[in-house]
């Protein structure tokens, strides 16, 4: 990966190039890590190169320059990136070293081609530490762009006082694979088509998986406030070791309300998986997949930002 630092006059512009093949992204904390359903084990880096629905657009450290950094008064930066081709989604996220809070007051915006902001993020704090381990943040997301047209994008940001990495991925816009939907609950369903005209969560998990669960509370913190005509959830066991039974065990000592849950014949985890769980898949009504995310980054106020945006809310 090349870098240069360029500063320009009270604002430092900053100029990156990296490798397309590239891949790095911090891993998470040891309790939210994916994991292998084969192994039950987590693995020592994330597995996001793995996916064919997910690519890295930029992924870079961006770094201050040597004179002001570090500096007594935060700056106002802007990085330019280009998207070369076509996504269903763009999701932007950021990370500051030790996952130290970096940003006061923060206000970020991801300008598009057509000079639009398509992604605003305004805020109090942007990354904060993670709560259950200090030393290991999670990436703040700061947003999405459904439907982004290739172009030149512009990052802008206000009050920058330290070195941040910005990662950009793109998932591809693609019509969702088909399969059965066989329901633990006895919930007539057919096919994922047949829940076409709601924006759908495809969960990829197995009952005895930790982050797993963790995901699994947070699509059941949003579940109940959306109708059944316009979101809904496939939990899809990939571990054959496993049964309707530990499925409806599952829900019934965790407290969740009972979406699709159902066992999976092999071709989900053909089609949607990454060799890793939780692996998260979302479907708009039009059936096409806008999102997807090996482990799950998402709080319950980013799922329901995307719902919305999927169901042109906002």
């Given at each position: 990966?090349?870098?240069?630092?360029?500063?320009?006059?009270?604002?430092?512009?900053?100029?990156?190039?990296?490798?397309?093949?590239?891949?790095?992204?911090?891993?998470p904390?040891?309790?939210?890590?994916?994991?292998?359903?084969?192994?039950?084990?987590?693995?020592?880096?994330?597995?996001?190169?793995?996916?064919?629905?997910?690519?890295?657009?930029?992924?870079?450290?961006?770094?201050?320059?040597?004179?002001?950094?570090?500096?007594?008064?935060?700056?106002?930066?802007?990085?330019?990136?280009?998207?070369?081709?076509?996504?269903?989604?763009?999701?932007?996220?950021?990370?500051?070293?030790g996952?130290a809070?970096?940003?006061?007051?923060?206000?970020?915006?991801?300008?598009?081609?057509?000079?639009?902001?398509?992604?605003?993020?305004?805020?109090?704090?942007?990354?904060?530490?993670?709560?259950r381990?200090?030393?290991?943040?999670?990436?703040?997301?700061?947003?999405?762009?459904?439907?982004?047209?290739?172009?030149?994008?512009?990052?802008?940001?206000?009050?920058?006082?330290?070195?941040?990495?910005?990662?950009?991925?793109?998932?591809?816009?693609?019509?969702a694979?088909?399969?059965?939907?066989?329901?633990?609950?006895?919930?007539?369903?057919?096919?994922?088509?047949?829940?076409?005209?709601?924006?759908?969560?495809?969960?990829?998990?197995?009952?005895?998986?930790?982050?797993?669960?963790?995901?699994?509370?947070?699509?059941n913190?949003?579940?109940?406030?959306?109708?059944?005509?316009?979101?809904?959830?496939?939990?899809?066991d990939?571990?054959?070791?496993?049964?309707?039974?530990?499925?409806?065990?599952?829900?019934?000592?965790?407290?969740?309300?009972?979406?699709?849950?159902?066992?999976?014949?092999?071709?989900?985890?053909?089609?949607y998986?990454?060799?890793?769980?939780?692996?998260?898949?979302?479907?708009?009504?039009?059936?096409?997949?806008?999102?997807?995310?090996?482990?799950?980054?998402?709080?319950?106020?980013?799922?329901?930002?995307?719902?919305?945006?999927?169901?042109?809310?906002?």
């Open positions: 990966m090349l870098k240069r630092t360029v500063a320009i006059g009270i604002a430092a512009v900053l100029v990156a190039t990296s490798a397309a093949a590239l891949v790095a992204l911090q891993p904390a040891a309790s939210e890590e994916p994991v292998n359903p084969q192994s039950q084990t987590s693995p020592a880096e994330p597995p996001v190169a793995e996916s064919k629905l997910l690519t890295p657009v930029e992924d870079v450290l961006l770094e201050l320059p040597a004179a002001l950094a570090p500096v007594a008064v935060p700056l106002d930066l802007v990085y330019n990136f280009k998207v070369d081709k076509e996504y269903g989604i763009l999701r932007v996220e950021v990370l500051g070293p996952g809070g970096l940003l006061n007051n923060a206000d970020v915006k991801v300008i598009g081609p057509s000079g639009d902001a398509v992604i605003h993020y305004s805020g109090s704090d942007l990354l904060i530490p993670n709560k381990d200090p030393t290991n943040a999670k990436p703040t997301i700061l947003g999405f762009a459904l439907n982004p047209e290739p172009g030149a994008y512009k990052l802008q940001l206000q009050g920058v006082s330290s070195a941040f990495k910005l990662t950009v991925w793109g998932i591809a816009g693609v019509p694979f088909e399969f059965a939907i066989a329901d633990a609950f006895g919930k007539e369903a057919g096919t994922l088509s047949d829940l076409r005209g709601r924006v759908v969560i495809i969960d990829l998990m197995a009952t005895w998986c930790g982050p797993c669960k963790a995901a699994m509370d947070v699509f913190e949003v579940y109940g406030e959306y109708s059944r005509d316009e979101f809904e959830i496939v939990s899809v990939v571990d054959a070791r496993e049964s309707e039974d530990d499925l409806r065990t599952l829900f019934e000592k965790e407290g969740w309300a009972q979406w699709y849950a159902t066992m999976d014949d092999g071709t989900v985890n053909a089609e998986g990454s060799g890793f769980i939780p692996t998260m898949a979302i479907v708009d009504p039009n059936g096409v997949l806008i999102y997807y995310e090996i482990g799950m980054k998402m709080n319950a106020d980013e799922l329901r930002d995307l719902i919305n945006r999927a169901l042109g809310k906002q």
